[in-house]
């Protein structure tokens, strides 16, 4: 049976992943620091009708002796880490933090890797954000990195790391250059999550206007169950390689708006207003992946619409409503 460690398992990828592999008849491993609890991890795995076939294991990215003695006991085939301070906008008031989870944590994994499970493959997963202000249309694995965020900085690093131990030391490491990508399993703080959250809320009387930042930002929006499933293509390559995950289409955030409150028979400007709170330092204006190396080499594309997603999206969120209410 094949093993596999998910760090980050208490995330939305985390639990997508999870799900896939256990599908696939893995042995799944799920790293969980005590700032996490079973209840936590439990919420997605329970929503995927996954609960208690997850082993989970003790440790901390931050913490190298804990990484070196978990791939010991655990021997994993796979290893995906998906663990990071991944909410942008907080990267500029937790910089260090962000700093210290997402790119030291993965220099730790990187260094536990290659003593203890030299012949493991890795996933590393790295974020759109990386390639900020490039000023290019549309990008590729060749499109130079302009990080625009304390996270995306972190995040170049992690994925700049990934290359330099798979030239060095022979280790099969592959960098994820993912997308923007939700679910019902997206945490409200993120933008997709918000956006079908608050015009639920809108919709059962239990608010009455949704406050936003910038709606003509454009980003590349596809489904994470697409996107896990990129992941694991990866490792079963015969040689390790970096690909961009993305759908190739670009949308606003006020369309995004737009779709979502009309599932719901609402009219979004009478109800969204734009907050200055809300707007970023730096923004980008527009993220557009081009994943023709993925599509050719892994034989990947996505097959979930955004309009699909939304409106799965809004399902999901009308349903834990109206269990509150209840």
Request: charged residues 20%.
């Amino acid at each position: 049976m094949t093993r596999a460690l998910i760090t980050g398992v208490t995330g939305q990828d985390g639990a997508y992943l999870a799900a896939l592999l256990l599908d696939k008849g893995y042995e799944v491993f799920g790293l969980m620091h005590r700032h996490g609890t079973a209840e936590a991890v439990g919420e997605r795995l329970r929503f995927l009708g996954c609960t208690g076939t997850v082993n989970l294991v003790d440790g901390n990215l931050v913490d190298l002796s804990s990484l070196i003695r978990l791939l010991q006991e655990v021997q994993p085939d796979e290893i995906y880490n998906l663990a990071a301070q991944s909410f942008v906008r907080m990267s500029w008031n937790q910089p260090l933090l962000t700093t210290q989870v997402t790119a030291i944590g993965t220099a730790n994994m990187l260094e536990a890797l290659r003593i203890a499970a030299p012949r493991a493959r890795y996933f590393q997963a790295g974020s759109s954000e990386m390639f900020g202000t490039s000023g290019e249309a549309l990008q590729n694995e060749q499109t130079a990195f302009h990080p625009a965020s304390p996270y995306a900085t972190a995040k170049v690093f992690a994925h700049c790391l990934t290359v330099n131990y798979r030239q060095s030391f022979g280790l099969f490491a592959c960098n994820g250059i993912m997308f923007n990508h939700d679910s019902p399993l997206r945490g409200s703080d993120f933008v997709m999550r918000k956006i079908t959250d608050g015009a639920v809320r809108i919709s059962l009387g239990l608010a009455q206007e949704l406050p936003m930042g910038n709606l003509d930002a454009r980003r590349d929006f596809g489904h994470a169950r697409d996107y896990v499933r990129a992941m694991w293509l990866m490792l079963q390559q015969p040689s390790a390689d970096d690909y961009v995950v993305a759908t190739g289409h670009a949308t606003s955030i006020r369309d995004i708006c737009r779709i979502a409150f009309s599932r719901l028979g609402l009219d979004f400007e009478q109800h969204v207003r734009v907050d200055p709170a809300f707007l970023r330092p730096v923004d980008v204006a527009v993220t557009l992946g081009d994943a023709s190396h993925s599509r050719q080499r892994l034989g990947w594309q996505p097959e979930i619409t955004l309009e699909e997603m939304v409106g799965e999206m809004v399902e999901a969120d009308l349903a834990r409503w109206r269990a509150r209410k209840a």
